[in-house]
């Protein structure tokens, strides 16, 4: 016997009131319901407005079309994965290290910050057509256009995070004997990881829509262009192109969901609580 | 056993030079306690940051056991104003901080000092879990782990409760008969300074000198509080800062 719907709203009421795991999955599902609400509302305005023609697709639709094409759409998804997970990276290996530096030493900020601050504001998509001059239309361009991004992202997020360090914690440090090194190690590094962290986030954003940019030039791979090469072959049908788009998003929340596991492991001391003397 | 002969201290360089302590000269024997007090940014902390070796002298200088200091030393311990405690470190991991990072293990563990300060229940919480009590007692572990010889402290119980206040100046009263390590406490607190000062020493406004040193030789005792001579070092210890402010 099934439960009428005002018994399951209930219960899913009952779940907003815990608190831990339950609720946040609880809030978790209510979000992406409201979301399917307002896409499915939003297909049905457009095609009210394009006189029946569906340019926007409804959730059922685009979430059936994706199953049905996850033969095709699959390795391209696999193929995007693994390009920006590399991407992130290379520009988090490079420009963490750099951002703490120039944040914390300040003859090299002196040094380098000017070099920052004209290279910062260009577009990266301007370097596209030099980057594929240099690396070809291979795989190392298209890391590389991600990786460029990114690394502007990090370097300037590690910098401030380096910049804004509390004096306290160096002092604490060397007072107790540490060395330059040992500051880096015992307090720049931990103390900026939830910055970078959170930069690391927005970075998901910017490097899927540039990997998207990368993967639509050259040409059509159909089980290795990358998820952004498919969407551009789909782009005839729109519920096809759906499918593309919608296996997007499963690569960002993955991503999303990772980072959160991530900073949960390494910046524990973050989600603790306050006991009582 | 701290020798300071006309210390001075400037921040900068050339005409942006500013100083913060001018000329003190000061001997603090072996085991003695010490309180500085002064008006607020007059430069005791620059003062005491000086004998931890983290300021270098402009001019003058400073001698452990006849040794002149040149960077932090082992034997001196500086518990700071919240305590300094990387937030990122368990309660065990801050306590055993000075001795990892000096890379040296001698007698007293940081377990022993976490078991002697009654934190041992406390090793694997992190500082966001812990009291604003349980934390200054963390800051004193973490000192107390190296058998320093010379404890400084900088205002360590500012923004403690008066009852808290008292009970980690019982402790402070406490490690310092037990451990007899010469003790320096920089305080903005009247009552502080004549609780745990054998010797107050008053500081002038920036740059700091020496106004006046007031001797407080009945220290020592936890019913000191409730005294006379408590109450009477008080009295002459407002009476100099009232001088100097």
């Known amino acids: 016997m099934t439960d009428s719907p005002a018994r399951v709203w209930r219960r899913f009421r009952g779940c907003l009131r815990h608190s831990g795991p339950i609720r946040s999955t609880a809030m978790y599902a209510l979000s992406v319901l409201l979301l399917l609400g307002l896409w499915w509302g939003a297909s049905a305005v457009v095609k009210e407005l394009k006189g029946g023609r569906e340019f926007l697709p409804n959730p059922v639709r685009a979430i059936a079309e994706m199953v049905r094409l996850a033969g095709f759409w699959f390795p391209n998804f696999v193929v995007s994965a693994w390009r920006l997970v590399l991407a ?3 520009a988090f290996v490079l420009g963490y290290p750099l951002g703490l530096l120039i944040g914390r030493e300040r003859r090299l900020d002196e040094l380098i910050s000017p070099m920052i601050y004209i290279l910062y504001p260009i577009p990266q998509v301007a370097f596209i057509l030099l980057l594929f001059l240099i690396f070809g239309i291979g795989n190392p361009v298209k890391v590389a256009i991600v990786a460029l991004a990114l690394f502007f ?33 015992h307090v720049i590094l931990p103390a900026t990881l939830p910055s970078i962290l959170t930069s690391l986030r927005v970075s998901i954003g910017l490097g899927m829509a540039f990997l998207y940019i990368a993967e639509t030039f050259g040409t059509f791979d159909p089980r290795h262009g990358g998820l ?13 192109a759906f ?35 | 056993m701290i020798e300071v002969d006309g210390l001075v201290v400037e921040y900068g360089r050339g005409a942006r030079a500013t100083r913060a302590v001018d000329g003190i000269s000061l001997n603090i024997d072996k085991g003695e306690s010490l309180a500085l007090i002064g008006p607020s940014g007059c430069g005791k902390t620059t003062f ?42 368990t309660v065990w991991q801050n306590a055993n901080l000075s001795l990892k990072l000096r890379r040296e293990y001698p007698a007293k563990t940081a377990d022993e000092v976490l078991e002697e300060l009654g934190l041992s229940g406390a090793k694997s919480l992190y500082p966001a879990e812990l009291s604003e009590g349980m934390k200054r007692r963390v ?34 009263l406490k490690l310092w008969t037990t451990h007899r390590f010469s003790l320096v406490l920089v305080t903005h607190d009247i009552e502080e300074a004549a609780f745990l000062g054998q010797r107050v020493v008053v500081l002038t406004e920036r740059p700091a000198r020496i106004k006046t040193i007031v001797p407080n030789p009945e220290v020592g005792d936890l019913d000191f509080r409730e005294s006379g001579a408590f109450l009477d070092a008080v009295s002459r210890l407002r009476e100099a800062l009232e001088e100097v402010s």
Not at chain 2, 142 to 157: F, I, N, Q, Y
């Open chain 1, 88 to 90: 992130i990276l290379i």
């Open chain 1, 153 to 185: 992202q990090i370097l300037i997020s590690a910098r401030g995070a380096a910049k804004n360090i509390e004096e306290t914690h160096v002092t604490s440090v060397l007072s107790a004997g540490a060395s330059r090194w040992q500051v880096y190690r």
């Open chain 1, 228 to 240: 952004g090469a498919f969407i551009r072959a789909n782009s005839y049908s729109a519920v096809q």
């Open chain 1, 243 to 277: 499918a593309g788009i919608l296996a997007m998003a499963l690569l960002g929340l993955i991503l999303y969901v990772a980072i959160d596991l991530i900073e949960r492991v390494v910046c524990r001391w973050k989600f603790t609580v306050r006991r009582s003397s």
């Open chain 2, 48 to 89: 005491l940051f000086a004998m931890a070796g983290l300021y270098h002298a402009t001019e003058g200088a400073i001698r452990i056991q006849d040794e002149p200091l040149r960077g932090t030393r082992r034997e001196i311990a500086l518990i700071l104003q919240d305590a300094g405690l990387l937030p990122w470190k």
């Open chain 2, 139 to 172: 800051g004193v572990a973490r000192a107390l782990a190296t058998s320093p010889s010379v404890m400084l402290m900088d205002e360590p119980l500012a923004s403690l409760d008066t009852l808290t206040k008292e009970r980690i100046q019982d402790l402070f």
